[in-house]
């Protein structure tokens, strides 16, 4: 994903609008104790960085306009891939109308449909409501995936 570049100009820039600067720590852990890291810089089009490894945190579900630009305004996000603790960050920023049409056109045709964009129930109104009914929505999918 992406390519790498020098990090003296980097830290989390967006350089353009279709276009991301970030940084990815990976920590090696055991039982709390610090065993390695390894820092890496990144660009990568804005389609590649929300629907890599940072896609998870949508949960299937590619989100509405503000609640991905709560997401993008966060500026740092970390979790668990491949037993790795992974640090993303960047500098926080928000969609345009125009890069969120772009994703969501990206995100209609990828093949195996990972993401869906779906309308959002009444009882959804805000950040925290989003990420609670998309992760009970995912746990439900995924139960019925493994008990059919």
């Not at 960085?49 to 509405?64: C, E, H, M, S, T």
């Not at 093949?111 to 964009?117: A, C």
């Not at 009444?122 to 998309?134: I, N, Q, R, Y």
């Amino acid at each position: 994903m992406g390519r790498d570049v020098e990090h003296d100009d980097l830290l989390g820039r967006v350089a353009t609008m279709h276009e991301v600067r970030f940084t990815t720590t990976d920590i090696d852990e055991e039982g709390g104790r610090l065993l390695s890291h390894t820092r890496a810089n990144h660009v990568a089009s804005l389609v590649d960085f929300f629907l890599g490894r940072v896609g998870q945190y949508l949960f299937g579900v590619f989100p509405p306009r503000e609640y991905l630009n709560d997401f993008t305004q966060l500026g740092s996000i970390d979790g668990k891939f491949e037993g790795r603790l992974v640090l993303f960050e960047w500098q926080p920023c928000e969609l345009s109308e125009a890069d969120y049409a772009e994703l969501a056109q990206a995100v209609r045709q990828l093949p195996g449909q990972p993401f869906e964009v779906v309308e959002l129930p009444d009882t959804v109104k805000t950040k925290a409501d989003f990420v609670h009914w998309a992760f009970v929505r995912a746990l439900d999918r995924q139960e019925k995936e493994l008990n059919p």
